[in-house]
Structure formats: structure tokens, C-alpha cells
């Protein structure tokens, strides 16, 4: 099972990018994208239930980014609008076999797979 990020790029600040998570081989029951920007630890940035849609979200990114899914393609979107220069960094999504209360999806080690990581630069 692997999964695939991709969608990142460079772009100035206000402007928009939609990142997709693709998973090859079966649907996990829940998607969740992390970032990490220079010098920095790897941060929770919003999950999504696959079952429910509900979503959840860093309060960084509350807002300006939405999550979404596509059932026949097996895909998990992060649609970021709104964009500052803070928001540069890798993204990573990741996937986990169950649902886990909110507090605990911000836990690397509760993922059963992760995608490479994409870049995505903001400009100021």
C-alpha cells in the first residue's frame, strides 16, 4: 500500500494550491496531513475521517484550508486558499487502519503509511 502526495509548488502569498493524497491498494479510515518547515518539527495540520468526512484542523489553518475526498479515486485533497509565507514547508500526508479521537491525530506513531513529502513555498 503506498501513498502518494503531490500538488506542491511555489506561489505568492493569497494565492491557492490543492494538495492530493492518493492511496494505492486500499482506503484507510482516516487521512491526516502533517508539514514541516525548516528548522522546524514536523506539525499536525488537519485530518479527515474517511467514513464521516468529518474534518479537523490545526488552528493555524483553520479557515483558509479545506479537506475533501474522492471515493473512486481514492483520494484525499487539501485545498489551501489564503496562503502566507508561513505556511512553507513539506507536506506530508499520512494514513491510519482506524479512527482515533481527535486528540490523538496529531500522534506520527498512530499512521500506518505515509506519503513523500511535497513542497510547498509561499512567497511574501
Known amino acids: 500500500v503506498q501513498l502518494q502526495a503531490s500538488g506542491g509548488g511555489l506561489l505568492q502569498a493569497g494565492g491557492s494550491l490543492r494538495l492530493s493524497c492518493a492511496a494505492s491498494g486500499r482506503t484507510f479510515s482516516t487521512y491526516t496531513w502533517f508539514r514541516q518547515a525548516p528548522g522546524k518539527e514536523r506539525e499536525f495540520v488537519a485530518a479527515i475521517r474517511w467514513s464521516t468526512r468529518m474534518t479537523y484542523y490545526a488552528n493555524s489553518v483553520r479557515g483558509r484550508f479545506t479537506l475533501s475526498r474522492d471515493n473512486a479515486k481514492n483520494t484525499v485533497y487539501l485545498q489551501m486558499n489564503g496562503l502566507k509565507p508561513e505556511d512553507t514547508a513539506v507536506y506530508y500526508c499520512?494514513?491510519?487502519?482506524?479512527?482515533?479521537?481527535?486528540?490523538?491525530?496529531?500522534?506520527?506513531?498512530?499512521?500506518?503509511?505515509w506519503g513523500q513529502g511535497t513542497q510547498v513555498t509561499v512567497s511574501s
Open positions: 499520512a494514513a491510519a487502519d482506524r479512527v482515533y479521537a481527535s486528540s490523538f491525530q496529531s500522534t506520527e506513531g498512530i499512521y500506518d503509511s
